[in-house]
């Protein structure tokens, strides 16, 4: 089951007290601000039954998590601890307060690409790279792909479907 959740949080709340404001010159909310989230939300919501089963985790969340991943090379474990730490990472996917205690485990990230497929990873790779293309301001060093990888977390996911049907 997948239930949509707002888009625009107020960036921590009254949980927040370092300076209580983030810098809106930040990389990371910048480009939170430039992705097309709702875009994102509705390709997410079709991959999961409406009404049944435990609620999927939230789709800013998830794909905030696959795009710092992205971005920064890391593995799935070193992109959640990343989001811990950082009160820029977890705005940028979407989280209302600063997270004191684990927001989600690290294989589900490995989960959910294999449950989006090559089809999602793929818009979510062109939507970023659209957003730091059109941002001239966002200081974010993406690897060009080779011809036969268009797509970093595309190619993830074949080597990872081609490990497990031999």
Not at 17 to 45: C, M, T, V
Request: charged share 25%; with cysteine.
């Amino acid at each position: 089951m997948y239930r949509s959740e707002k888009f625009n949080p107020s960036l921590f709340g009254k949980l927040f007290h370092l300076g209580g404001k983030l810098a809106e010159s930040n990389r990371w909310l910048k480009l939170a601000e430039a992705l097309p989230w709702e875009k994102l939300d509705e390709a997410y919501g079709r991959f999961f039954s409406a009404g049944y089963g435990r609620p999927a985790k939230d789709s800013r969340l998830v794909c905030g998590l696959l795009a710092v991943k992205q971005l920064k090379g890391l593995s799935d474990e070193d992109t959640v601890a990343e989001f811990m730490e950082s009160p820029y990472l977890q705005a940028f996917c979407g989280q209302e307060y600063f997270a004191l205690e684990d927001v989600i485990n690290p294989g589900i990230l490995s989960e959910r690409r294999k449950r989006l497929g090559a089809e999602f990873l793929a818009l979510l790779d062109a939507e970023l790279l659209a957003a730091i293309k059109a941002n001239k301001d966002l200081k974010f060093h993406v690897a060009r792909p080779a011809a036969e990888e268009a797509c970093f977390l595309c190619s993830l996911a074949g080597k990872i479907k081609a490990a497990f049907s031999n």
